[in-house]
């Protein structure tokens, strides 16, 4: 079964598990197990990963989105338990947490477009935040159903990914789009404009977490209806 479970959210779709700001995830898909961010909060990440029965050494591709904490909890004892994982980091990736990772990892910094697997693919641009350039890579999956877009917090804008991503797939749609949309400090119209995008670029479905706000996530539910997705953490998603 080809399928994205959310280890670590800000919301909780299993009351058994632990929540917190932040994001994770795991991607089953074409016999690879892929680990997009790790939380932000360490305790309740390994709790919950143990609750959900994800064995870290089965783990074969690593992504991080970006170098902010809310993604990247417990990351020294991840990659410990990860050994034959290879690793992808956005370009730029700030040198203190380069230097967590051994030296011995397959370890890649993605600098363009780039299919890191069967399918697999990640996407990096750049964004601001605080006023400051931020490096940040979504990750691609082109599925028999459309291409599946999962982000972490969507510095670069969700629409610009989105657009980008369309671009690098001129034939196939977008079936679904995972993750942060980034609208929880956002004026309500800002939001309200990029759902009214998101419906002009034909995105099938969406399922918006942790950063997106929810003021915005209301929005999206409203305008997709049955195509909306309440997603949270032990939220599993067929794909």
């Given at each position: 079964?080809?399928?994205?479970?959310?280890?670590?959210?800000?919301?909780?779709?299993?009351?058994?598990?632990?929540?917190?700001?932040g994001f994770s995830c795991l991607i089953e898909f074409n016999d690879k197990k892929i680990l997009f961010d790790?939380?932000?909060?360490?305790?309740?990440?390994?709790?919950?990963?143990?609750?959900?029965?994800?064995?870290?050494?089965?783990?074969?591709?690593?992504?991080?989105?970006?170098?902010?904490?809310?993604?990247?909890?417990?990351?020294?004892?991840?990659?410990?338990?990860?050994?034959?994982?290879?690793?992808?980091?956005?370009?730029?990736?700030?040198?203190?947490?380069?230097?967590?990772?051994?030296?011995?990892?397959?370890?890649?910094?993605?600098?363009?477009?780039?299919?890191v697997s069967k399918d697999v693919y990640l996407l990096p641009l750049i964004g601001t935040y605080n006023s400051?350039?931020?490096?940040?890579?979504?990750?691609?999956?082109?599925?028999?159903?459309?291409?599946?877009?999962?982000?972490?917090?969507?510095?670069?804008?969700?629409?610009?990914?989105?657009?980008?991503?369309?671009?690098?797939?001129?034939?196939?749609?977008?079936?679904?789009?995972?993750?942060?949309?980034h609208f929880y400090k956002s004026w309500f119209w800002t939001s309200l404009r990029a759902v009214k995008q998101?419906?002009?670029?034909?995105?099938?479905?969406?399922?918006?977490?942790?950063?997106?706000?929810?003021?915005?996530?209301?929005?999206?539910?409203?305008?997709?209806?049955?195509?909306?997705?309440?997603?949270?953490?032990?939220?599993?998603?067929?794909?």
């Open positions: 079964m080809q399928k994205i479970t959310i280890i670590f959210d800000n919301n909780k779709d299993n009351e058994n598990l632990s929540g917190g700001f790790t939380g932000g909060n360490r305790d309740a990440f390994f709790e919950n990963i143990e609750k959900l029965n994800i064995h870290l050494e089965e783990i074969t591709h690593i992504v991080f989105s970006h170098k902010h904490l809310d993604h990247l909890a417990g990351l020294d004892e991840v990659l410990e338990r990860t050994p034959n994982a290879s690793i992808f980091l956005p370009d730029f990736f700030p040198e203190n947490l380069l230097q967590k990772i051994p030296q011995k990892s397959n370890t890649t910094l993605i600098k363009s477009f780039t299919e400051k350039e931020i490096h940040e890579q979504s990750l691609i999956l082109n599925t028999s159903q459309g291409l599946v877009v999962v982000t972490g917090c969507a510095h670069p804008g969700i629409v610009k990914i989105l657009t980008t991503t369309r671009e690098n797939f001129a034939s196939k749609k977008i079936y679904l789009a995972l993750g942060g949309f998101f419906k002009k670029l034909d995105i099938e479905k969406v399922a918006p977490c942790h950063c997106t706000g929810n003021s915005a996530s209301t929005q999206f539910q409203k305008r997709y209806k049955e195509n909306f997705i309440k997603a949270g953490t032990g939220t599993i998603i067929n794909v």
